[in-house]
Structure formats: structure tokens, C-alpha cells
């Protein structure tokens, strides 16, 4: 006895098996496209504005400092500090945003690791802050920039973290003397060293 090479609606059994499988790998691209939607669409819509940042308690101070902030104008969306620039950083802030979300939802306290600034290349954004800079804003503190984010290695919020959260965690906008001293303890014996000549004449006994 042979056994029939059609089934029941005379379609080859094979032809069914490969049908069924072609439609399985049918679904594939369509469940990752899905599930790949999905992963960016909730961290992008809690951050697609500062306000909605805010919706979570843990960001209101971050949102009502920048509102004070000079950078409201400079940067009106949290992503364009916080996340470094181009599809890659985008999407790295996006997933390790996932640690906030869930962090509220468990009401765990949130720590802003890894979110203080991207490093240089976001304050360097459309020039927005030079590197060639050797000296504060009011020419009497010698800073030389380029030297210590070049050659030191030193990211921009680790001396100015409160530049847009000033007062958030304790933060400033410029670092203390002694955030100064942790490297050039040795060198600033005399006012020359660090001040341009501006120094008032009780100013070491301020410090």
C-alpha cells in the first residue's frame, strides 16, 4: 500500500508543512518590529518633554531649576544635555532611562548616576560652550579650560553641576575651592596662581 502524496484538498503534505513555516517566519519580523516600538515608545514619551519628565516627583526639582535656568533657553528639552548627540546616544539614554521608570514604580529612591551630562560633547553642542576659554566670566579667576577637559580628562559637570540644577542635591553652578584644591593644593599658596589680579585685598582670609 503507497501512501497518498496529496491530502484530503489534494495539496502535497510537504507543501503544507512549508506554508506553515513561511507564515511562523511571516510573524518574526513584525514581533521584533513590535517589540522594539514598544521598548522606545514608553521612555520616549516620558521624556519627550521637560514637563513630562516632571510627571514623575523624583524629576520636579531637576524641571523647576532648569526653568530658572539660563539653559531654558539654551536647551529646552532635557535630551539635549542629557543624551549625547546623534541615533546612538538617543537611544542608549532611552534604554538606561529604564532604571528611572522602574525605580519610581517600586518607589525606590532614584539616583542620578550616569545622568549628570553626557560629557563635553553636548555642552560643545553648536558651540555652545568653548573649550578655549582661560578664564571665569568675570576675567579674574585663571581657568584654562581646554587643559582640563583635554589633557585632564575632567567632564564639564564634574566641576559645574549646578550649571542648570543649581541647588538640586546641593549642587553649584562653579566648584568650591576646595573641589580646586583636591589637585593644586600645593600651587595655590599665593593668590597669583589662581587670580588674575582682581582680588580684593581680604580675600585670603575669605577662603
Not at 522602574?102 to 548616576?113: L, R
Amino acid at each position: 500500500m503507497t501512501t497518498p502524496d496529496h491530502d484530503a484538498d489534494g495539496v502535497p503534505p510537504d507543501a503544507n508543512a512549508t506554508g506553515r513555516a513561511g507564515r511562523r517566519r511571516s510573524w518574526v519580523p513584525g514581533t521584533v518590529f513590535a517589540v522594539l516600538f514598544v521598548t522606545f515608545a514608553i521612555p520616549a514619551y516620558f521624556t519627550a518633554t521637560p514637563a513630562r519628565c516632571a510627571s514623575c516627583h523624583e524629576m520636579e526639582p531637576y524641571y523647576e531649576s532648569w526653568q530658572s535656568s539660563s539653559h531654558r533657553a539654551a536647551a529646552s528639552n532635557c535630551l539635549y544635555c542629557h543624551a549625547k548627540p546623534g541615533l546612538l546616544g538617543f537611544a542608549m539614554y532611552e534604554l538606561a532611562f529604564y532604571r528611572e521608570i522602574v525605580g519610581h514604580i517600586a518607589g525606590a529612591e532614584v539616583s542620578s548616576a550616569g545622568f549628570e551630562g553626557p560629557g563635553t560633547d553636548s555642552c560643545q553642542r553648536d558651540e555652545c560652550h568653548s573649550l578655549n576659554r582661560e578664564a571665569s566670566n568675570s576675567g579674574d579667576l585663571k581657568i584654562n579650560h581646554r587643559a582640563h577637559v583635554v589633557d585632564e580628562g575632567l567632564g564639564c559637570s564634574g566641576c559645574h553641576a549646578g550649571a542648570v540644577h543649581e541647588g538640586v542635591g546641593g549642587r553649584l553652578k562653579v566648584p568650591p575651592m576646595e573641589t580646586c584644591k583636591e589637585c593644586h593644593a600645593e600651587d595655590m599658596q599665593t593668590c597669583e596662581y589662581c587670580h588674575a589680579g582682581k582680588v580684593l585685598p581680604d580675600a585670603p582670609g575669605t577662603h
